[in-house]
């Protein structure tokens, strides 16, 4: 049975605007890591995926759009897609701080992705692994099963970040119901539901809802705790 690409993502991730002019489609590979940046209909999205995926078809990869999602993507192994899939979702607040971009550095093997929080995410691309997020500490289980939640967890950051869950078989976000948990600097929390800042279209598309001033009115409002 075919694989769940992570590009499967970008059928059911969208965001509410236009690619940036920087954003052009590109596909290149570093050692052991394949890097493509698509400038889609909704938005720029950027994947770092390990070469060696193929062989087992277990592996983990990443997705990044312009609107601040950071997607972790499993992969289980073959079998039907709806229990050998899954998918953890961040987004990081605020937004505007540039384009999202990657360099790669040969000497240390290195990759780095720029978001447009200002995050950056450097990634072992001989290994396709996530060393290091700027701003945030994190927990990583190297092992890829169904069990971890994607893997990777955030004990840290220095922003507003949303942690959209973790979902077998589809994105997190696709359900309006599923509850999201806001969390600032200051590890202060807020529970919403993904109908609280995602529209759902008649394509199956999930679309964010908000911009950066938008959303802290909105914060203000169901989440006064909170500091954006």
């Known amino acids: 049975?075919?694989?769940?690409?992570?590009?499967?993502a970008l059928g059911f991730l969208s965001s509410a605007h236009a690619a940036s002019a920087a954003c052009t489609d590109k596909y290149e590979i570093f050692g052991g890591t394949q890097v493509q940046?698509?400038?889609?209909?909704?938005?720029?999205?950027?994947?770092?995926?390990?070469?060696?995926?193929?062989?087992?078809?277990?592996?983990?990869?990443?997705?990044?759009?312009?609107?601040?999602?950071?997607?972790?993507?499993?992969?289980?192994?073959?079998?039907?897609e709806s229990k050998t899939t899954a998918a953890r979702e961040f987004r990081f607040f605020?937004?505007?701080?540039?384009?999202l971009s990657y360099s790669h550095d040969a000497a240390t093997q290195r990759l780095s992705v720029t978001t447009p929080s200002g995050k950056v995410f450097v990634f072992n691309s001989q290994k396709g692994i996530l060393?290091?997020?700027s701003g945030s500490q994190i927990t990583q289980d190297y092992s890829v099963?169904?069990?971890?939640?994607?893997?990777?967890?955030?004990?840290?950051?220095?922003?507003?970040?949303?942690?959209?869950?973790?979902?077998i078989g589809s994105s997190p976000s696709q359900n309006s119901k599923n509850k999201i948990m806001f969390k600032d600097a200051d590890a202060r929390q807020c529970q919403l539901a993904?109908?609280?800042?995602?529209?759902?279209?008649?394509?199956d598309d999930v679309i964010f809802r908000y911009d950066d001033a938008q959303l802290k009115s909105v914060l203000n409002n169901k989440c006064p705790n909170l500091q954006f």
Not at 94 to 99: E, I, L, S
């Open 194 to 203: 993904n109908g609280d800042v995602y529209r759902y279209t008649a394509d």
């Open 37 to 80: 940046m698509v400038d889609g209909q909704n938005g720029c999205y950027l994947t770092v995926h390990p070469r060696d995926a193929y062989q087992t078809l277990i592996y983990r990869d990443f997705l990044f759009d312009d609107d601040g999602l950071f997607m972790i993507f499993n992969s289980y192994g073959p079998g039907d």
């Open 1 to 8: 049975m075919k694989l769940l690409s992570i590009f499967v």
């Open 94 to 99: 605020p937004r505007g701080k540039g384009n």
């Open 145 to 167: 099963n169904p069990n971890n939640r994607g893997g990777i967890e955030f004990t840290k950051n220095d922003g507003l970040m949303l942690d959209g869950g973790f979902k």
């Open 131 to 133: 060393v290091s997020v």
